[in-house]
């Protein structure tokens, strides 16, 4: 019999549903005992179309935890590395802080932080070894980030996969990111968010 499969993380990220409340990035800071100024996760907001036929896309932001990290190989030290999951990780005794995986990653997921190391996002691999969510998708309000195992195939995340049109960012780099947005509008929602959102409050 064979042994199961080891997990192959990943986050996808509903564009339609995210009202951009920034509550994963507080969560996130709490969680991660961030420092004022920083931040491992955050809230882009783009407007695409014509006027008037102008859509908002809310995204949440983070490491993406890549295939192919070009972190990774940058590294001199090897503080930088792949750990359970595909998780990247940064081993902060290791790190000597030369901003190397910085230059090489293409999202600029990464900071160096007032204690000299480099600092990014993590899935928030502690709390998922014990059985947890990551602290962004147990707090999201409108249930927009979903978090679980690719290889799963029954999995939550695999199975939004493969229901729902989705896009990665900058995917010429090769990268392979496993942060996925998803971009099509949810089965039984509103026309917009600002329709949903109005239709709520009445």
């Known amino acids: 019999m064979k042994g199961r499969r080891k997990p192959r993380y ?3 990220m509903d564009t339609w549903t995210c009202v951009a409340c920034k509550a994963c990035v507080l969560a996130c ?3 991660n005992a961030v420092p004022d100024g920083f931040c491992r996760d955050w ?3 783009v ?3 014509v006027f008037p036929d102008l859509r908002l896309e809310n995204r949440s932001e983070r490491c993406n935890h890549c295939e192919h990290p070009p972190c990774v190989h940058a590294c001199p030290t090897g503080a930088s590395h792949v750990s359970e999951g595909g998780v990247v990780l940064v081993t902060h005794h290791k790190c000597t802080g030369c901003k190397a995986c910085i230059a090489a990653c293409p999202y600029g997921a990464r ?3 007032p204690e000299g190391h480099v600092d990014k996002c993590t899935f928030c691999l502690h ?3 014990r ?3 990551p602290a962004c998708v147990e707090v999201c309000p409108t249930g927009s980030l979903l978090f679980g195992d690719l290889n799963e195939p029954d999995s939550e995340v695999s199975r939004t996969l493969r229901a729902r049109a989705h896009k990665v960012l900058k995917p010429e780099t090769g990268c392979e990111p496993r942060v996925f947005f998803l971009v099509d509008r949810p089965a039984g929602t509103a026309r917009s968010n600002e329709v949903a959102w109005t239709e709520a409050a009445r």
């Open 43 to 45: 809230l882009v907001e």
């Open 29 to 31: 800071k709490s969680e």
């Open 111 to 113: 900071y160096v932080h």
């Open 10 to 12: 990943a986050m996808l």
């Open 131 to 133: 059985g947890q969510e």
């Open 127 to 129: 709390r998922v070894q």
């Open 47 to 49: 407007t695409e179309g």
